[in-house]
C-alpha cells in the first residue's frame, strides 16, 4: 500500500549548522502532514504541521515545505543543536472524507539526526 | 500527571503468555490511539477510540490483540498468546479531537519484550 518514507536513516551535522531531513510520500490524497521528534526512550512529540493548502510553514527554529508536484516533505532546523539530537518522523493524514474510517496518521520509519560538536 | 501515563513501562514474559498494557490519556481528551513501534521502525497503527463511537480496529495484527477503552479514559492494550514478533514498545496517544487534527501527545510507551 502506499506510505510515508525517509530518504536517509541517518543524518549527521555539526553543531550551529543548519539540518534538511527529507521525506516523500505517495499518496496524493494525503491532506494533512506532520513532524514528530523522538528522543532516546520517550514517545514522540509534535514539531511542526502543515496542511496541503500551504507550501511552507515556519516555527521556531524549525520550518517545513511542502511540495505537492514531488509528493516531497522536508523538515529544516536552523543552527542544531546538542538538544536536536533525536529521530525525526513525518507523518500523512489521508482524510476520509466519507468517515468510513479509512483516514488517520500514517508514519514513516525516521531519520535519526546525529549532532557532532 | 498532565500527560499521557503508559503502564508497565517495561514488560518481559514469555511466549504464550497474557500481558495488558495501560494507558491513561490527558484528562478530557476524547481520541485515544495505540501504536506498535518495532526497533529500528516507524509508528505502526494498532487501534483508534473517539468517544463513545465504535474503536477503529483495522490496524490489529491479529486476533490475539485486543483493546478497550472504558468510561471514555482508561485504556487496556491486550495480547493473547503472545509471541515474539510481538516484541516492541507499545506506544498510546490522545488528542483533544479526533484523529484529523494531528498533534498527538504520547506516552513514553511500554516496552514488551517476549522471550
Known amino acids: 500500500g502506499e506510505s510515508v518514507g525517509l530518504h536517509l536513516p541517518t543524518l549527521s551535522v555539526q553543531e550551529g549548522d543548519n539540518s534538511i531531513i527529507n521525506c516523500a510520500y505517495s499518496?496524493?490524497?494525503?491532506?494533512?502532514f506532520i513532524w514528530y521528534k523522538q528522543e532516546s526512550g520517550k514517545g514522540p512529540q509534535f514539531i511542526i504541521d502543515?496542511?496541503?493548502?500551504?507550501d511552507k510553514r515556519q516555527g521556531q527554529r524549525v520550518t517545513v515545505l511542502l511540495n505537492k508536484t514531488v509528493k516531497h516533505l522536508s523538515l529544516q532546523i536552523a543552527a542544531t543543536q546538542p538538544g536536536d539530537s533525536a529521530v525525526y518522523f513525518c507523518?500523512?493524514?489521508?482524510?476520509?472524507?466519507?468517515?468510513?474510517?479509512?483516514?488517520?496518521?500514517?508514519f514513516g520509519k525516521g531519520t535519526h539526526l546525529i549532532i557532532q560538536p | 500527571g498532565a500527560g499521557v501515563s503508559q503502564s508497565p513501562s517495561n514488560k518481559v514474559t514469555e511466549k504464550g503468555k497474557d500481558v495488558e498494557l495501560r494507558c491513561d490519556p490527558i484528562?478530557?481528551?476524547?481520541?485515544l490511539y495505540w501504536y506498535r513501534q518495532s526497533l529500528g521502525q516507524g509508528l505502526e497503527f494498532l487501534i483508534y477510540f473517539q468517544g463513545n463511537s465504535a474503536p477503529d480496529k483495522s490496524g490489529l495484527p491479529s486476533d490475539r490483540f485486543s483493546a478497550e477503552r472504558t468510561g471514555g479514559s482508561v485504556s487496556t492494550l491486550t495480547i493473547q498468546r503472545t509471541q515474539q514478533e510481538d516484541s516492541a514498545v507499545y506506544l498510546c496517544a490522545s488528542s483533544l479531537f479526533g484523529r484529523n487534527t494531528g498533534e498527538l501527545f504520547f506516552g513514553e510507551g511500554s516496552r514488551l519484550t517476549v522471550l
Open positions: 507523518a500523512e493524514n489521508i482524510h476520509d472524507a466519507s468517515g468510513g474510517g479509512a483516514d488517520g496518521l500514517t
Open positions: 499518496n496524493s490524497a494525503s491532506d494533512y
Open positions: 484528562s478530557g481528551h476524547t481520541a
Open positions: 502543515i496542511r496541503s493548502n500551504m
